[in-house]
T-cell receptor
Framework: AQKVTQAQTEISVVEKEDVTLDCVYE???????LFWYKQPPSGELVFLIR??????QNEISGRYSWNFQKSTSSFNFTITASQVVDSAVYFC??????????????FGQGTRLTINP | DTGVSQNPRHKITKRGQNVTFRCDPI?????LYWYRQTLGQGPEFLTY????????KSRLLSDRFSAERPKGSFSTLEIQRTEQGDSAMYLC????????????FGPGTRLTVT
């Protein structure tokens, strides 16, 4: 079975601080995808990044960076110089590579990030 | 290009009533997913369509729930004889029929059963 754990339920920091959101996953599949989504108060899930299990290269996109470590089954997300607009609930998700049928996303419980001015 | 749209955005109903939600996916997306998200939790998979065929259903989808996608375009999710435990956000997502099948989500329909 697949499982995603986001141990941090809530994080609150002051603007301009760096913050890291943790994600640990479990799967028996050798090929899988990892995702991060952002859910602002409006409710719509916004795609941030996708990583496949063969690509352990870290990625940076502006103030966002992701650290994928297969050895520890972790896919952590760091926001550098946080801004108030980063306040949202962030979800880490996992899916197996579908041969047929659904690519079901298995989500963690989410981390509510609050950036205070 | 418009994204995934869902209607209504909010629905309040009394226990025992039937409700129906609609999802319009991105036009060229042939895969469509329904998820349910309860307060403080991540979304959970409910069901999946490829074109008009419903190919997979979660055990979460009791026999009071039915989903359709009659022409492979929009989809409806109906809940019969609603219960208070059905109160949740119902999310729809769609994707293209090729790797990595990236899912784009709609704004959701928030159901409150009183």
């Amino acid at each position: 079975a697949q499982k995603v754990t986001q141990a941090q339920t809530e994080i609150s920091v002051v603007e301009k601080e760096d913050v890291t959101l943790d994600c640990v996953y479990e799967t028996r599949d050798t090929t899988y995808y990892l995702f991060w989504y952002k859910q602002p108060p409006s409710g719509e899930l916004v795609f941030l990044i996708r990583r496949n299990s063969f690509d352990e290269q870290n990625e940076i996109s502006g103030r966002y960076s992701w650290n994928f470590q297969k050895s520890t089954s972790s896919f952590n997300f760091t926001i550098t110089a946080s801004q108030v607009v980063d306040s949202a609930v962030y979800f880490c998700a996992l899916s197996a590579t579908p041969i047929q049928g659904a690519q079901k996303l298995v989500f963690g419980q989410g981390t509510r990030l609050t950036i205070n001015p | 290009d418009t994204g995934v749209s869902q209607n209504p955005r909010h629905k309040i109903t009394k226990r025992g009533q039937n409700v129906t939600f609609r999802c319009d996916p991105i036009s060229e997306h042939n895969r469509l997913y329904w998820y349910r998200q309860t307060l403080g939790q991540g979304p959970e998979f409910l069901t999946y369509f490829q074109n008009e065929a419903q190919l997979e259903k979660s055990r979460l989808l009791s026999d009071r729930f039915s989903a359709e996608r009659p022409k492979g375009s929009f989809s409806t999710l109906e809940i019969q004889r609603t219960e208070q435990g059905d109160s949740a956000m119902y999310l729809c997502a769609s994707s293209l029929p090729r790797l990595p099948y990236e899912q784009y989500f709609g704004p959701g329909t928030r159901l409150t059963v009183t």
